[in-house]
Every structure is written in C-alpha cells, then in structure tokens.
C-alpha cells in the first residue's frame, strides 16, 4: 500500500527562520513520483515540485530547496528566510509511474510565519 | 491564462437535496480530476477523465456520486441525494500528459467548491 506521512501538523515560525518540513512515504513501487503542493489561505493547491524515484538529487529554487533519500524513504522540504507570504499548508504526495495525477496526499503541514 | 475555474464557490444545501458542481478546466488539458479534501480524510481522488472518458472512478464513494465529462471544456459532479456526512471541499484539476516532458502528477487545481450540508 502507498501512505504519505507527514508528522509535522503545525509550525510556527518567525520571519527570516528557517523551516524544514518532513515527508515520508511508503511504496512497493519501484517507480514512483514525489511532488509537493502549496495550499494558500485563498484555498486553491499550487504545484511546487515533482521528483521521479531515479533522481535523488536535491533541489534548488529561490529559497526553497528539497532534499530525496530513498534510503529513508523521505522528501524533505526547506524553506529558507522564510516570509510571512510563505503562511500556507503544504502537502507533500506520491503517485505511481503511469497513473497520472492519482496522488495520494500526506495530511498536510500548516505552516505560520509571524513577522 | 485562465486557470481551472470552478462553480458554485459555496453552496450550503440541505439533507437530501441534489447538488451539481462545475468545472471548467484549462483549455487544452486532456486529463480532468475530481478532489475531495475532509479534515478526517485529507485530499482523495474521486475521480479522473481523460480525453473526456472516465477512466477511473475507485474512488467515488457511493452511488449517489456521479460526475460527467459532456466535452473537453466542462465537467460535472453531482451528489444526489445529499447528506451531511458530504460536506467537504470539492477540487477540479486538469492537467496537460506530455510524455516527452513527463509531467505525470503536475495538476492545476481550481480554486474548490466548499460544500455544506445541513
């Protein structure tokens, strides 16, 4: 069975902080696909990344940075100087080769960045 | 670009009435999706249409769901009769396959439709 986890509901930040927020997933599949997603208070979900299991390298945009291990079965997200406009829920998902856009999304992290 | 645009934005309603919820979905996507997100059971996939053609409808709760796809420019999900436990937030998404890029998984969702159900 695939099951997102993130154990992470809420953080609270102050502005300039950095904040990681964790994702760990569970699949047989040795093909797969790890995305993150932004859900601002205006409600609608914004894609933000999309990994495929063959490529661990880590990744940089802006300030925000992510980091695959497949030995720990884990897609971490980092935000770096973290802004108050970065206040959102974030979600981290899986999906299987071929199944295009059939996610299973983790229970999402709310993140708070106070000024 | 207008993104995927969805209608009613809110609609309270009462036990057992139908309800019928919109979407527009970005010009020139070929896959549709259908989204519901509870606070008990997050974001889960109802349903997904490509090229208009529902494809799979695993998650579709129970026969009172139903969606349809009349053409590559709207789609419909209705809930008849209604009951409280349905309340949720609804999402479109559409999405765009192309295979030479890959982008399995990159969905534009609309801004959702939050159902209440008296």
């Known amino acids: 069975a695939q099951k997102v986890t993130q154990a992470q509901t809420e953080i609270s930040v102050v502005e300039k902080e950095d904040v990681t927020l964790d994702c760990v997933y569970e699949t047989r599949d040795t093909t797969y696909y790890l995305f993150w997603y932004k859900q601002p208070p205006s409600g609608e979900l914004v894609f933000l990344i999309r990994?495929?299991?063959?490529?661990?390298q880590n990744e940089i945009s802006g300030r925000y940075s992510w980091n695959f291990q497949k030995s720990t079965s884990s897609f971490n997200f980092t935000i770096t100087a973290s802004q108050v406009v970065d206040s959102a829920v974030y979600f981290c998902a899986l999906s299987r080769r071929g199944s295009q856009g059939n996610l299973i999304f983790g229970k999402g992290t709310k993140l708070s960045v106070k000024p | 670009d207008a993104g995927v645009i969805q209608s009613p934005r809110h609609e309270v309603t009462e036990m057992g009435q139908e309800v019928t919820l919109r979407c527009k979905p970005i010009s020139g996507h070929d896959y549709l999706f259908w989204y519901r997100q509870t606070m008990m059971r997050g974001l889960e996939l109802l349903i997904y249409?490509?090229?208009?053609?529902?494809?799979?409808d695993s998650g579709m709760p129970e026969d009172r769901f139903s969606a349809k796809m009349p053409n590559a420019s709207f789609s419909t999900l209705k809930i008849q009769p209604s009951e409280p436990r349905d309340s949720a937030v609804y999402f479109c998404?559409?999405?765009?396959?192309?295979?030479?890029?890959?982008?399995?998984?990159?969905?534009?969702f609309g801004e959702g439709s939050r159902l209440t159900v008296l």
């Open positions: 998404a559409s999405s765009l396959e192309d295979s030479g890029s890959g982008r399995t998984g990159e969905l534009f």
């Open positions: 990994r495929n299991s063959f490529d661990e």
């Open positions: 249409f490509n090229n208009n053609v529902p494809i799979d």
